[in-house]
């Protein structure tokens, strides 16, 4: 689905990427964290052809974006974090952009455009932010595009809306199709995305499947302070202390919990490398 090899990136003198790789293999929701200026969204727009990197190659639906050739573009959906949609009405827009996608579903758009609330009659520019996303979130759910990139598709969102979307993904999803979500807040994406890609400082520091995580980890609150030097990671949180050990061969697995997963690779990269398959680019 995608490969990147030894991708080398800058703005102007300001090095973001190099001797960056990264596999993605079809017929999964990614989880691409990161915290703010890590590197999420010049990954994504490289992915999607709209930047270029200095440096190295790489394929996407067996394409080189760079070349935006119809077929791949077709078979691509992007919604970035940051949009402009024109004064049309909801119609109006599927006449104009619907054609661009051979497999568009009309009917399943109406469908997820009433699951999130989206009021088709009113003119798109007259949208708040939350409902213009979910509006282009119902477009791109619809296109069925083998890859769907989401930046930071929950932004803007209210708790009610961040719930529906998690199970609109989850109903849209296919073996056919790959999804890429990017986000920094990692709650809202919890039992919905696995993989997971961690971003930080422009590297990627972790690439895994979450069950290959439980294997080896034990993740859990620990209600008195634990020895530090025995565990991988501890986070003070309320009511205790998380904590990831390396998992013993007769302990039973325990869930991932993302938030504390995140804050541990981040904070200590170099526990984590084995997670990036050898392939992750850290410099």
């Known amino acids: 689905m995608i490969r990147m090899q030894n991708i080398r990136f800058q703005y102007e003198k300001r090095p973001l990427f190099s001797h960056l790789n990264l596999d993605i293999p079809k017929g999964n929701i990614y989880g691409m964290l990161g915290v703010n200026g890590a590197g999420k969204t010049t990954l994504l727009k490289i992915i999607s052809g709209q930047l270029f990197p200095n440096e ?90 083998a ?18 979307f998690r199970r609109t993904v989850a109903s849209a999803m296919t073996d056919d199709r790959t999804f890429i979500i990017s986000t920094h807040q990692v709650r809202d994406m919890e039992n919905l995305i696995d993989p997971i890609i961690i971003i930080d400082s422009g590297r990627v520091v972790f690439n895994s499947a979450l069950d290959t995580v439980s294997e080896q980890f034990t993740m859990q609150l620990e209600r008195v302070e634990p020895d530090r030097d025995s565990a991988i990671f501890v ?42 398959g050898g392939k992750g680019g850290v410099v």
């Open 235 to 276: 986070d003070k949180v309320p009511g205790g202390w998380m904590t990831i050990r390396t998992r013993e061969p007769e302990a039973e697995e325990t869930t991932v919990d993302l938030e504390t997963l995140f804050n541990a690779v981040v904070s200590h990269p170099e526990q984590f490398i084995a997670f990036t």
């Open 56 to 145: 190295g190659t790489i394929s996407v639906l067996g394409f080189n974006p760079a070349d935006r050739k119809p077929n791949m573009l077709e078979d691509l959906f992007h919604l970035p974090e940051e949009f402009l949609l024109p004064r049309v009405r909801v119609n109006e827009y599927l006449d104009s952009y619907a054609p661009f996608y051979p497999r568009f579903d009309t009917d399943a758009f109406h469908r997820y455009c009433s699951e999130f609330g989206v009021d088709e009659s009113q003119h798109l520019n007259t949208l708040s932010y939350g409902q213009k996303k979910k509006f282009l979130l119902s477009f791109g759910l619809a296109s069925n595009t």
């Open 147 to 164: 890859l769907l990139i989401l930046d930071e598709p929950t932004n803007g969102l209210d708790i009610p809306s961040k719930s529906q």
